[in-house]
């Protein structure tokens, strides 16, 4: 039997009774990292069983082996470093294989951050999207971001600290600036913190205050235009007016009118460029 493991995002004291049960009983445990998850088990008390190292540039081969194991009748335990397992997470590639496989598993739930950060946001949870971590490849990364401006419920992002910067400029080209957001940080631990600004003024807080620890970001989605509202030449001049006059750039200018109006995005940037020349 495979069982999925959740473990603490950030406080020890949210390892569960059955995860702890589970984790001292299998015959092997799967995980990320042996050295954290062997800090875990023996925290909690645990004699640590046999660890495989299962991360997502040996997930082939390692998968292949943890098959193998469960066919011959071994109880595993899979772990990630932090929350629940296949939650981005090469994990899910194993839930796959498993049922290709014919191989029995289930779960034993714990601590999400995504979940998390959603409840303590503010924002609403009735519905949310979940997006994770965005692509680095740039082409694929945009092909993101410009999918984010479609969705019409909460959305769930997750950033480290050195690239949060680089998503809120994203997020102010994409027209977010003036949607609320939630940025949490340290969920579960001593200096857990909710920093609860609009995108464009998150701008210029973390360039003040340096973001520190992997940020949850969860972000309001982008107020949808009414089909029925045609926006004149004349409102559009006026908005690229009191837009500069806020310090906006023309590029971000013409990217918010954009995703707000539904207009080309390349119109509205040659428009801004000849009245503000």
């Given at each position: 039997?495979l069982?999925?493991?959740g ?5 020890m004291?949210?390892l ?5 049960e589970i984790?001292?009983?299998?015959d092997?445990v799967?995980c990320e990292?042996?050295?954290r998850?062997g800090?875990?088990l ?6 640590a069983?046999?660890?495989i190292?299962?991360?997502?540039q040996?997930k ?31 994990g ?6 498993c049922i ?7 779960t ?20 949310y999207?979940?997006e994770?971590?965005l ?11 410009e999918a ?14 050195h690239?949060?910067q680089?998503l809120i400029d ?6 977010f600036?003036?949607?609320r ?7 579960t ?11 464009g003024?998150a ?8 973001p520190?620890?992997?940020f949850?970001?969860?972000l ?8 029925g ?5 004349e409102?559009?001049e006026?908005q ?12 971000d ?12 995005k ?7 460029l000849?009245l503000?020349?």
């Amino acid at each position: 039997m495979l069982y999925l493991v959740g473990t603490p995002i950030g406080n020890m004291g949210d390892l569960s009774p059955r995860a702890s049960e589970i984790l001292g009983s299998v015959d092997a445990v799967a995980c990320e990292d042996t050295r954290r998850t062997g800090l875990l088990l023996s925290n909690a008390g645990i004699k640590a069983p046999k660890l495989i190292s299962y991360y997502e540039q040996n997930k082939a081969a390692k998968g292949r082996l943890i098959a193998n194991m469960l066919k011959e009748g071994a109880d595993i335990a899979l772990v990630s470093d932090a929350g629940m397992p296949s939650i981005s997470d090469p994990g899910e590639d194993l839930v796959k294989l498993c049922i290709e496989e014919d191989l029995e598993f289930t779960t034993v739930p714990g601590p999400v951050a995504a979940i998390t950060a959603l409840v303590m946001s503010g924002l609403s949870t009735r519905t949310y999207h979940y997006e994770g971590f965005l692509p680095q490849e740039p082409k694929l990364r945009r092909k993101r971001l410009e999918a984010l401006t479609a969705i019409d419920e909460t959305i769930i992002i997750y950033e480290a600290p050195h690239r949060l910067q680089k998503l809120i400029d994203e997020l102010i080209s994409k027209g977010f600036g003036e949607c609320r957001a939630a940025f949490c940080r340290e969920l579960t631990k001593k200096y857990e913190q909710v920093i609860r600004l609009k995108v464009g003024e998150a701008k210029e807080y973390f360039e003040n205050t340096p973001p520190k620890g992997e940020f949850v970001v969860c972000l309001e989605p982008l107020e949808k235009k009414d089909p029925g509202q045609e926006i004149t030449e004349e409102q559009i001049e006026e908005q690229i007016l009191r837009m500069s006059r806020e310090g906006m750039s023309t590029k971000d200018i013409a990217a918010k009118l954009s995703a707000e109006t539904g207009r080309n995005k390349k119109e509205i940037y040659q428009t801004a460029l000849n009245l503000l020349k």
